[in-house]
């Protein structure tokens, strides 16, 4: 299903990125909190740009994701300079001219994955109440994947928010409003 060029560049944006996340959040010790930072990118950065993939493959088009060197330094750098995980790590590229329809439905299908995934970590903390450890693993998931989802939806291109709304201003708003409100009201 991935190329091994696609596996290659996933696994260095995955390993980059929660690299940079894990100098933010502990940055007298990044190492201590790396294994966490793994989990927590693999469900947001990883599982989103598959999402991508497999709405493109659905559709019908052949899609592949493409690292982005100077967006993954860019990541390191304002991690390490500013405190800020700003990631454009790369992207799933399509082969061939999906239509406004098609490239508003694959540009969803990432923030959708983010928006599942942090309410389905929200709902096994709440209802579960789990151990302590799996607890701060849950709610980690939970805020990188709203905010991830969120960040992607702003309506600025590149972002997927951008063409969402240009497809369908009620997918967008109807997806946007609930990632707000995780980010900006969420549940502690």
């Known amino acids: 299903m991935l190329s091994s060029r696609e596996a290659v560049d996933l696994l260095a944006s995955w390993l980059t990125i929660s690299a940079a996340f894990s100098i933010v959040v502990?940055?007298?010790?990044?190492?201590?909190?790396?294994?966490?930072?793994?989990?927590?990118?693999?469900?947001?950065?990883?599982?989103?740009?598959?999402?991508?993939?497999?709405?493109a493959i659905r559709l019908g088009y052949y899609a592949e994701y493409r690292l982005w060197t100077a967006?993954?330094?860019?990541?390191?750098?304002?991690?390490?300079?500013?405190?800020?995980?700003?990631?454009?790590p790369g992207a799933v590229y399509v082969l061939g001219y999906p239509n406004r329809r098609e490239n508003g439905i694959i540009s969803l299908a990432g923030p959708l994955v983010n928006f599942i995934v942090a309410v389905t970590a929200l709902l096994i903390r709440y209802l579960l109440s789990p151990a302590p450890l799996i607890n701060?693993?849950?709610?980690?998931?939970?805020?990188?994947?709203?905010?991830?989802?969120?960040?992607?939806?702003?309506?600025?291109?590149?972002?997927?928010?951008?063409?969402?709304?240009a497809w369908s201003p009620t997918a967008y708003f109807s997806l946007m409003v609930p990632l707000f409100l995780l980010v900006f009201f969420p549940v502690p």
């Open 26 to 55: 502990e940055p007298s010790n990044p190492l201590a909190v790396f294994p966490l930072y793994l989990i927590v990118v693999g469900t947001a950065f990883v599982l989103h740009e598959l999402g991508h993939k497999f709405a």
């Open 71 to 88: 967006g993954l330094v860019l990541a390191l750098f304002m991690a390490i300079f500013t405190g800020f995980v700003f990631a454009a």
């Open 136 to 165: 701060t693993v849950l709610y980690a998931v939970f805020t990188v994947n709203a905010f991830i989802g969120f960040f992607n939806m702003l309506p600025f291109y590149p972002l997927d928010g951008s063409k969402v709304l």
